[in-house]
Each structure stands twice: as C-alpha cells, then as structure tokens.
C-alpha cells in the first residue's frame, strides 16, 4: 500500500467511521446476508485466506469495539485493541459447519458426539506431540470455568494461588470467584526481557499455597516458557505439593524462532503427573464466544476430583465450531500466525520509527503487544489525573489508576482502545496491552492515530 493510499484509507476509515467495510453486520441482519458474501472466506486460487481486508466488527455486540462505544460514547473508537479476540473472518471450515448445523431447525440437549474428543486427541497429537488420554479429556465451557472447578478443588476460601505477574488479569477474577487469594510472583525484566525469579517463587510458597496458574505463553508478555523454565517451575511445585493448573489457550501463537512447550510434554513424569492443562480452540480460531474449552491429565485422581466441580453446560454451536476447527481449520491457523508474526514486526518497526515515546519488545508468541507507557504517564500527567478522577467517583469504588487515565486519554484523542496495564497484577504499572490480530491496515490506522495523538494533542488534557 501507498503512503497516499494510507492516507486516503485514513481519511476514508474516520468518515466511515469504518461502517463500510467489508463485512459489516448492522443489528438485525441476518445470518444469511453475511453467508452471502465471497464463499465462507473462501481462500483465492493460491490457496491464501484474505486477512489484508479489514472486516467490520461494529454493531455486533462485540467487547472489543461495541463495548467502549457504549462506554465512551458514539464514535469515540475506531479501532479496538483490548479484549484478546481477532478481528478476522472465520476460517470457512467454520463458518460451513456451522451454517450446515443451522438448516436443522432442533435445538435440543446435546450429546458429545466421540468425534469431537477423537478431533482434541488427534490434534494435540499431530500438532504439539501431546498424548492426550480420551479417558482424562474434559470437556467445559471455558477455561475460567475449568480454571474454576479446579480451584475449587484444590484451594479452600481464604488459601494462596500462584501467579507469574504481571499477567493475564481475568485470573484474579477466577480467584475472586472461588474465594482464593493472589500469591504474586513478579517476572523480572532483564534489558526488555521477562524472566521467572524463581527464589522468589518458591519462598512464597506456605502452608496454604495449593496451586500455581502457568500461563504459557504469557499473556500479557508474550514469553513462550523454555523446557528448562517448565521443569524448574514444577520440580518446585511437585516438592511443595502445589497443583500446576497450566493454561495453554494461547499456544497457536507463536512468532519465529521461537517455541512453545507443552507442560504435558515434560520429560519428568512426576512433574507432568502433578498438573492439568487447559485449552480451547477458541483463541485459535476467533470463537471466544461459542462457549467451548477442555483439560485433560495424566493424573486420573486429578481429573475425577475437577471433573465432579465442573458442569459442563455445553452448547452444539461451540462443539460444532470447535470440531470444525481441528478438522479443516489447520492451514487458516498456520496462515494466520504468519500474519500475526507479521503484524508484531510491523508494530515493533512503527513504534522504533514514529513513538519514541513508548517502548516495546517483539514478543516471543500470543498476538498481544505489551507497551511500556512510562513516558506517557508522565507527559500526560496521568497520576494527577488519577488523582482527581478517583476523587469524583464514590468512596466505594477502586481508585483509579494512571494506567486507565492512559487507556481513557488514547481513546479521547486516537480514537483506540487498549487494556490498562494495571489490571494484570504487580509490574502491571506503566504498561499497556494492545491486541493486533487484525488486518494490516486496521492496524496501521490504529498506530498512525496514536502517533498522531502523542503528536498533536495538549498532552495535560482531561480525560
Ligand atoms: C490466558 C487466558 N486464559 C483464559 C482466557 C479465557 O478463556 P475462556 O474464554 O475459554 O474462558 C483468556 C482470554 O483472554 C486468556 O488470555
């Protein structure tokens, strides 16, 4: 694309308000009208899915781009860069089951058909090397809920819950669910770079500290954990009678040379035995909303305890796209990672070129970029603004933090949304996380309009 191109699209983008872009679907459009439109996302004659094409997520009732429009106000977003969901077409394997399963008009109880289970064996298989037992395969709504019954299981109200900050902040909601506390283990960072401080991990080890969340890779850093990282974490775990609960739910992303392993794959069987992984097709493959994740052990003791926690109210949708995934979705999901690795390198060249102002590092894997905002914490004065906001609001409420004075200033004057780094924990502070699994030229929108903004408008403004 041009620059003038660029520009154009710019222009056309914010008078659009992005309203004419391929795929929108207005409120109360039906399936149909979607369906209609180029063949499921058919991929063109040299076999490559389209992800250049921005594809409207506006007035679907999205979190990422209709939520903060119903919080911040009518066009107050272009683009939505918080939730970690992708803004791409479905693969068409997908969106073909799917459409198939809908010209049977029942709706009734769903019976988990063996191939769905045999898809999940097969495909950790084949993809990752993992030997999944059927018989140890659970099949949940999510991973918060198997997160859950698993917490349940394990840790009494009021007991300790392992955690490698700063990281994925919907955890501190599963532990607030199940009455648990947060035993907060900051990652160090070394020249850019995260790392486990692992003295310090197992010194906050106590008497009631019964489990450990791995997330791997990290959200929100991106770190895809080595083997001996893996090792060294459970070996400590298995000595200390924690439960590794590993949640690998963002393991299809993974940028060049690096790699992802599987907690399952360890070569010390007693450290496997001592956990159980979590997973979906859902980051995967964009289903976030279909409602349909599984774990599975090596440790049949484990899984009989989790599974009699856990009420999986499964949805035929979720299965359908699930299974979908796993048979026809491969080349989709290998094409789109590319893209994603893609869109980290031009993210990490647009911030070196235009926004000295924030830092980052090209991350080892997940399709999320985490901005070391510091700089505009000051320049904006974000701590007064802070400061004041929180004494608006009543008593009650949380006070509010720089970081969400840097998420409200960039939807005010870019028009994007981003995630306040605040809320992942200890080393959350002066960060921002920014989701880019979207087409290229949304993204490029998106960075234009924050450097533009650190630019141009009044840094000390309201927010
Ligand atoms: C690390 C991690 N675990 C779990 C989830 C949510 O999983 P689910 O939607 O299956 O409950 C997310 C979503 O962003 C995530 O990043």
């Known amino acids: 694309m041009s620059h003038q191109d660029g520009l154009n699209r710019r222009a056309f983008l914010r008078n659009a308000g992005m309203t004419a872009l391929v795929g929108a679907v207005g409120t109360g459009s039906s399936v149909a009208t979607v369906a209609a439109s180029a063949a499921f996302g058919a991929p063109d004659a040299n076999g490559k899915y389209d992800f250049d094409t921005p594809y409207n997520r506006f007035g679907t009732d999205s979190t990422k781009y209709d939520q903060p429009i119903r919080i911040y106000g009518k066009d107050s977003i272009q683009v939505g860069m918080g939730i970690a969901d992708m803004d791409f077409r479905a693969a068409p394997a997908i969106t073909k089951a799917l459409m198939d399963r809908l010209q049977h ?4 109880y769903l019976d988990m058909p063996k191939s769905f289970s045999d898809g999940i064996v097969s495909w950790n298989k084949r993809r990752y090397n993992i030997n999944v037992d059927p018989e140890l395969l659970v099949i949940t709504t999510g991973v918060h809920p ?3 019954a698993a917490l349940k299981t394990f840790c009494p109200p009021g007991s300790k819950v392992l955690l490698n900050t700063p990281t994925y902040n919907g955890f501190y909601g599963d532990l607030t669910y199940t009455g648990t506390r947060a035993e907060e283990n900051p990652l160090k960072l070394v020249n850019g770079r995260y790392s486990i401080d692992f003295e310090d991990f197992e010194r906050r080890i106590s008497h009631d500290t019964n489990a450990f969340i791995l997330c791997n890779p990290q959200n929100p850093t991106g770190n895809c954990w080595s083997p001996e990282d893996l090792t060294r974490l459970g070996e400590i775990c298995l000595r200390r009678r924690v439960v590794v609960l590993a949640d690998e739910i963002h393991c299809d992303f993974v940028n060049k040379g690096s790699k992802y392993t599987p907690f399952a794959t360890l070569p010390n069987k007693a450290v496997v035995n001592n956990s159980i992984t979590f997973k979906a097709a859902s980051k995967s493959f964009g289903l976030a909303a279909m409602k ?5 052990s090596d440790n049949a003791d484990y899984i009989a305890r989790v599974k009699a926690n856990n009420r999986p109210d ?17 080349d989709w999901l290998n094409q ?5 690795d893609g869109n980290h390198d031009f993210v990490e060249k647009f911030f070196a070129a235009n926004i000295p102002l924030i830092k980052i ?4 894997g997940t399709y999320l970029a985490w901005l070391d905002v510091r700089q505009v914490v000051d320049k904006i004065n974000a701590k007064d603004l802070a400061a004041e906001a929180s004494k608006k609001q009543s008593a009650s409420m949380k006070a509010l933090t720089p970081e969400q004075m840097v998420e409200r200033w960039f939807v005010k004057n870019a028009k994007v949304h981003m995630n306040a780094g605040s ?3 200890y080393g959350g502070e002066g960060h921002m996380r920014m989701n880019i699994a979207t087409s290229r030229k949304t993204l490029e929108l998106a960075l234009n309009n924050l450097a533009a903004a650190l630019k141009n408008s009044p840094l000390s403004s309201a927010v």
Request: aromatic letters at 18%; glycine letters at 18%; charged letters at 10%.
């Open 292 to 296: 349909c994740a599984w774990f599975f």
């Open 105 to 108: 008009e029942n709706w009734g």
């Open 423 to 425: 809320s992942y924990g």
């Open 146 to 148: 198997g997160l859950i």
């Open 336 to 340: 789109v990672g590319t893209y994603i």
């Open 361 to 364: 590092a090209k991350p080892q």
């Open 314 to 330: 499964l949805t035929t949708m979720g299965m359908i796209a699930s299974r979908a995934a796993y048979s026809g979705g491969e």
